[in-house]
Nanobody, 124 residues
Framework: QVQLVESGGGLVQAGGSLRLSCAAS????????MAWFRQAPGKDREYVAGISGSGATTYYGDSVKGRCTISRDNAKNTVYLEMNTLKPEDTAVYYC?????????????????WGQGTQVTVSS
């Protein structure tokens, strides 16, 4: 079993930036593809970004493209999500997810394990 622990959420003003982190357990972290999703109250879980095990390939959801960067440090078993030019509509709980198959998750069905989530609130 893999455990994922997110951190870095908080309250930020519109136009500001945040960097989320997700630390994973396990000794073969570089074999796993990772992704970030988010869920706002009353809405479905939404795809934010995904990254391959090596970090060479990334995907982004349309709502964050150009404003977010996903990256990873395999030596630290950690994946990051850098978010810039934040908007109130970015307010959500952000979840880290892992794919043990190595295929980058593009939707919730592609994830095998989830973190507990970290709240991001963007004030206007």
């Amino acid at each position: 079993q893999v455990q994922l622990v997110e951190s870095g959420g908080g309250l930020v003003q519109a136009g500001g930036s945040l960097r989320l982190s997700c630390a994973a357990s396990g000794r073969t972290f570089s074999s796993y593809a990772m992704a970030w999703f988010r869920q706002a109250p009353g809405k479905d879980r939404e795809y934010v970004a995904g990254i391959s095990g090596s970090g060479a390939t990334t995907y982004y959801g349309d709502s964050v493209k150009g404003r977010c960067t996903i990256s990873r440090d395999n030596a630290k078993n950690t994946v990051y999500l850098e978010m810039n030019t934040l908007k109130p509509e970015d307010t959500a709980v952000y979840y880290c997810a892992i794919s043990l198959t190595g295929i980058i998750p593009r939707n919730t069905a592609g994830a095998d394990y989830w973190g507990q989530g970290t709240q991001v609130t963007v004030s206007s």
